[in-house]
């Protein structure tokens, strides 16, 4: 199992432009997220899905967009980029997440994106 | 959706205990208390979770206060590769319903001294 994979590693961006930072997991979970870490700081939450086809907003969800079209992927699309948004920016997927708890979140290892 | 207050960073000897602690004053009665460790620049781990009692688990022990107002990670024999930052987090149900969100604080950093 290669878990959650997120592409690219790493993207320079000038404000204004757009991208899609790609995840997929091959876990088959239903519950699958979009955070953003901030120097210093603890992860926020983006965006969240419950299945395929539904998606809601987390915490911080300005500037951002998520679709959910498949189990195993859950893009985030960012359109006109500003600086704010340089960050570094985690997927993460789980099997449940319900009155019994969210139980583990299984994370990718990031998207480091610098908005300049 | 409840904070949680934790300590900047802290020391430990390896292969001594290591009691990390965390406050969540405001937390509500069903909101899961989770830790996760992350590395340099990787993705954050699961370590454990609980609701009220507590846990144990190959990687460490839960301990939760009778009142849920505060709990305590304990690495029972730390080693060099448990240096890391520690998160301690609440599990809430999103106002959807549909889901939780887990809640991060700022974490601990933990050295780990030779």
């Known amino acids: 199992n290669a878990g959650v994979t997120q592409t690219p590693k790493f993207r320079i961006l000038k404000i204004g432009q757009s991208m899609t930072l790609q995840c997929t997991q091959d876990m088959n979970h239903n519950y699958m997220y979009w955070y953003r870490q901030d120097p210093g700081m603890g992860l926020k939450l983006i965006y969240y899905s419950v299945g395929a086809g539904i998606t809601d907003k987390g915490e911080v969800p300005n500037g951002y967009n998520v679709s959910r079209s498949t189990t195993e992927d859950f893009p985030l699309r960012l359109e006109l980029a500003a600086p704010s948004q340089t960050s570094v920016y985690f997927c993460?997927?789980?099997?449940?997440?319900?009155?019994?708890?969210?139980?583990?979140?299984?994370f990718g290892p990031g998207t480091r994106l610098t908005v300049l | 959706d409840a904070k949680t207050t934790q300590p900047n960073s802290m020391e430990s000897n390896e292969e001594e205990p290591v009691h990390l602690p965390c406050n969540h004053s405001?937390?509500?009665?069903?909101?899961?208390i989770h830790w996760y460790r992350q590395l340099p620049s990787q993705g954050p781990e699961y370590v454990i979770h609980g609701l009220t009692s507590n846990v144990n688990n190959r990687m460490a022990s839960l301990a939760i206060a009778e009142d849920r107002k505060s709990s305590t990670l304990i690495l029972h024999r730390a080693t060099l590769r448990d240096a890391a930052v520690y998160y301690c987090?609440?599990?809430?149900?999103?106002?959807?319903?549909?889901?939780?969100?887990?809640?991060f604080g700022s974490g601990t950093q933990l050295t780990v001294l030779p």
């Open positions: 987090i609440t599990d809430t149900i999103l106002s959807s319903g549909s889901a939780r969100q887990l809640t």
């Open positions: 405001t937390i509500s009665g069903t909101d899961y």
């Open positions: 993460a997927s789980s099997h449940r997440s319900g009155t019994g708890g969210t139980g583990e979140q299984f």
